[in-house]
């Protein structure tokens, strides 16, 4: 019996080079957007000790979003944009540029979504 084995999308090239270049900004902007967050809650209401946890715990679930750390592999590139859209990192304005297949693909996956 022949198995068909998964084959990721291709990457448009100009998208790939222009996700690469664009990665570093969302991540800057967004990780800003963090620690405005942090600081809301450190001023916040509440014991020093509650603040402090409180922190470590978001600080523990924010660590692993995609705004925060990519895995940067060209076949990962259309569902690192999905997680980045879902995070709040970027919306789909912010995907200006990029060619309109893969927009157009966004979109409509995220349809149900936004």
Same mark, same amino acid.
């Given at each position: 019996? !022949?198995?068909?084995?998964?084959? $990721?999308?291709?990457? +448009?090239?100009?998208?790939? #080079? &222009?996700?690469? #270049? @664009? ?9 800003? *957007? %963090? +620690?405005?967050?942090?600081?809301? %809650? ?5 014991? $020093?000790?509650? #603040? ?6 978001? /600080? *523990? ?9 990519? !895995? ?10 999905? @997680? &980045? /859209?879902?995070?709040?990192? /970027?919306?789909?304005?912010? %995907? ?5 297949? &893969?927009?157009? *693909? %966004?979109?409509?996956?995220? @349809?149900?979504? &936004?």
């Amino acid at each position: 019996m !022949d198995q068909q084995q998964y084959q $990721p999308p291709k990457v +448009n090239e100009a998208d790939w #080079k &222009l996700f690469r #270049k @664009r990665v570093p900004e969302w991540q800057q902007a967004f990780m800003d *957007k %963090l +620690n405005q967050e942090y600081i809301q %809650l450190l001023s916040g209401p509440g014991t $020093p000790a509650d #603040k402090f946890w409180k922190l470590d715990r978001r /600080i *523990k679930r924010d660590r692993n979003l995609t705004g925060v750390i990519i !895995d940067m592999r060209r076949s990962t590139m259309e569902l690192n944009l999905i @997680r &980045l /859209i879902q995070e709040g990192a /970027i919306t789909l304005e912010d %995907l200006d540029g990029f060619s309109e297949e &893969l927009r157009e *693909k %966004l979109a409509f996956v995220l @349809r149900d979504y &936004l």
